[in-house]
């Protein structure tokens, strides 16, 4: 909320550096695979690419026409995919900052995006209580997940790319099978809506966070909630 990132060291627990730049509130970043660049989202419209090494801004990405929500970098780092309040998605060449192509089919609000384990999809959340996946090659919609009740907030490729796991704010978790379409479970427990989710690196677990105040870690097969953890005072 005061308009900038940073940058810290696990280890130390101390900040390495601020990028300071935008002109609104930062609400979405990403690092590209290989670390050496940061992309950041404002609720000014834009995307901003950083150098992390020296913490310089290198590219300005133009081009919504209302606030970007949610940013992505590819598996091979050579996209950028963003997702805004103008319904669309966007598709960007991190090297040069040019828009490659606009994917619309969300009535509402994207609020979260990200790409397959292999690169040839993304994914989509959306205030119109869907999900959407899309063929990076055509730029066309594939399929649409319906299930939730509400907001979709958060969503995740299995690191396998089998699987989505989508947050809402209907309370729940949905994991769903990418073939098909088909919901293969639903994960209740939190009191208040679900802002976050991500897969483990094995996936075999799930991790959610909620305006409840909670992190609960879920197991996949059973769908039984694992473990809370609590600390955090606010949402």
């Known amino acids: 909320g005061d308009n900038t990132l940073k940058l810290w060291n696990i280890i130390s627990g101390m900040g390495v550096d601020i990028f300071k730049g935008h002109g609104d509130f930062v609400s979405s970043i990403a690092f590209s695979p290989d670390g050496k660049f940061i992309v950041s989202e404002s609720r000014g419209y834009t995307l901003k690419l950083w150098e992390v090494s020296s913490g310089r801004e290198i590219r300005l990405f133009k081009g919504h026409v209302d606030n970007v929500t949610s940013v992505a970098f590819s598996p091979d780092g050579r996209y950028i995919v963003s997702g805004s309040d103008d319904t669309t998605l966007k598709l960007w060449d991190a090297a040069s900052g040019r828009e490659i192509g606009t994917f619309k089919g969300h009535s509402k609000w994207v609020t979260s995006v990200a790409f397959s384990p292999d690169g040839r999809y993304i994914v989509s959340g959306s205030k119109d209580n869907t999900l959407k996946i899309w063929d990076i090659s ?3 919609e594939i399929g649409t997940f319906q299930g939730h009740s509400y907001f979709v907030s958060s969503i995740a490729f299995s690191p396998d790319g089998r699987y989505i796991v989508s947050g809402s704010w209907d309370k729940t978790i949905k994991l769903w099978e990418v073939s098909s379409g088909r919901e293969i479970k639903t994960f209740k427990g939190h009191s ?14 799930i991790a959610s966070g909620s305006g409840d105040n909670t992190l609960k870690l879920w197991n996949i097969i059973s769908g039984m909630g694992v473990d809370i953890f609590k600390g955090h005072g606010d949402f």
Do not use: L, N, T
Not at 192 to 205: I, L
């Open 138 to 140: 055509s730029g066309k």
């Open 192 to 205: 208040s809506w679900v802002r976050s989710v991500a897969f483990s690196p094995d996936g075999r677990y």
